[in-house]
């Protein structure tokens, strides 16, 4: 008897870890997993689609056009799940978005303009969300959902004050989230002092924080009983986004998530369930 494959959606996969992410499961996996490649931009995504095709022939990968930020893009994807496969087992959210002087070779006094800060929120912060709430009733009873964020995302990162409320998890609600994301655009919109900030001053780093505040506070409300939430940080990694300086290469920076994928039980881990988690080991959010 043939064994019926389990589905894999992978947000952001036309490159970086995304595309590796993609092989290592073709590669390592393909008995066990199809998957289905996203992009926002169709000829980029389908030449990504075309390159994996040729390298996997005899695997099960489909390609779809995702661009989390818009509404009716999303729509389509979860259109096109329903009709072709009614459920899918795993949600990857990898699509993320940094400009790379945010992070990285910050200029002297630097803030980020109002523009950065929503345009990185945008997608790392509210597309994500929005992509994770519109997959979760097409997740299959024991499925998975891997949010890929960030060591910068550590409350850590944060002021003192910050840090007291990110902790605080009465009454954190999407709402609550959205709220945290305008107070960091009223930081964006005048020079301040850093005696006087609220949040640091990068735009990548609080996105990825309140991702994580929302997976560690919102995320058990949010998915089934046997399903399972996890946050993972890939380390720096040489992508386009990581730069060439990046110390690991994508095969090791995806190694957290393919375990996750191919070797942690369907259904769910109270050990690892909405936990930050590098190297296979939970850290400090």
């Given at each position: 008897m043939q064994q019926i494959k389990r589905v894999v959606l992978i947000t952001g996969s036309n490159k970086g870890l995304g595309f590796g992410l993609v092989e290592d499961i073709l590669s390592k996996s393909s008995q066990q997993f199809r998957v289905i490649m996203t992009a926002r931009d169709q000829q980029r995504g389908e030449q990504a689609f075309q390159k994996i095709k040729a390298k996997y022939p005899e695997e099960e990968v489909d390609f779809h056009l995702l661009d989390i930020e818009d509404d009716q893009s999303r729509e389509s994807i979860v259109k096109y799940i329903s009709e072709k496969y009614g459920k899918i087992d795993i949600l990857v959210n990898n699509a993320a978005y940094l400009l790379t002087h945010d992070l990285f070779s910050q200029p002297e006094g630097y803030q980020p303009s109002v523009e950065t800060a929503k345009k990185t929120f945008s997608i790392n912060l509210f597309g994500t969300i929005q992509m994770t709430q519109e997959i979760v009733p097409f997740l299959t009873d024991d499925g998975k959902i891997l949010q890929i964020?960030?060591?910068?995302?550590?409350?850590?990162?944060?002021?003192?004050?910050?840090?007291?409320?990110?902790?605080?998890?009465?009454?954190f609600t999407v709402q609550k989230i959205t709220e945290l994301a305008e107070d960091f655009y009223k930081q964006c919109e005048n020079k301040i002092q850093p005696k006087d900030q609220r949040w640091s001053f990068?735009?990548?780093?609080?996105?990825?924080?309140?991702?994580n505040a929302f997976i560690r506070h919102v995320g058990l409300s949010l998915i089934k009983q046997n399903q399972s939430m996890y946050s993972i940080t890939p380390g720096w990694v040489k992508t386009d986004m990581g730069t060439s300086n990046?110390?690991?290469?994508?095969?090791?920076?995806?190694?957290?998530?393919?375990?996750?994928?191919?070797?942690?039980?369907?259904?769910?881990?109270d050990q690892l369930n909405c936990k930050f988690i590098a190297d296979r080991n939970v850290i400090d959010w």
């Open positions: 964020s960030s060591r910068a995302g550590q409350i850590s990162r944060q002021p003192q004050q910050t840090q007291q409320l990110l902790n605080n998890t009465e009454a990068s735009a990548y780093e609080v996105s990825k924080c309140l991702l990046a110390p690991r290469t994508v095969e090791e920076g995806n190694d957290t998530s393919y375990y996750l994928i191919s070797s942690v039980p369907f259904g769910r881990n």
